[in-house]
Nanobody
Framework: VQLVESGGGLVQAGGSLRLSCAGSGSTFSRNAIGWYRQAPGKQREWVASITSGLSTIYADSAKGRFTISRDNAKNTVYLQMNSLRPEDTAVYYC?????????WGQGTQVTVSS
């Protein structure tokens, strides 16, 4: 399974970004996908997840501001991020767990300036 994130960048506080996670293979569409982030000097933290049946769940920090969605025809999961804050600055990763193995992309940098 290969995952490739894109869409990061530099944005001012209050702005928006849409991240994409493109996956390979039929496994991608049959499994839940999660977005995580890691800020400098901090542990990686979970942000949001979406199941194959399109159920979604969010960390408290993302509720009301971020929206996760997926397009299985394109093998892509999105993270729409609105009302961005400086504390959202991090490298964002997507994740898929297949049986007991976690797969990660290379990450995409999001920087929010104040």
């Amino acid at each position: 399974v290969q995952l490739v994130e894109s869409g990061g960048g530099l944005v001012q506080a209050g702005g928006s970004l849409r991240l994409s996670c493109a996956g390979s293979g039929s496994t991608f569409s049959r499994n839940a996908i999660g977005w995580y982030r890691q800020a400098p000097g901090k542990q990686r933290e979970w942000v949001a997840s979406i199941t194959s049946g399109l159920s979604t769940i969010y960390a408290d920090s993302a509720k009301g501001r971020f929206t996760i969605s997926r397009d299985n025809a394109k093998n892509t999961v999105y993270l729409q991020m609105n009302s961005l804050r400086p504390e959202d600055t991090a490298v964002y990763y997507c994740n898929i767990r297949v049986y007991v193995t976690d797969y990660w992309g290379q990450g995409t940098q999001v920087t929010v300036s104040s």
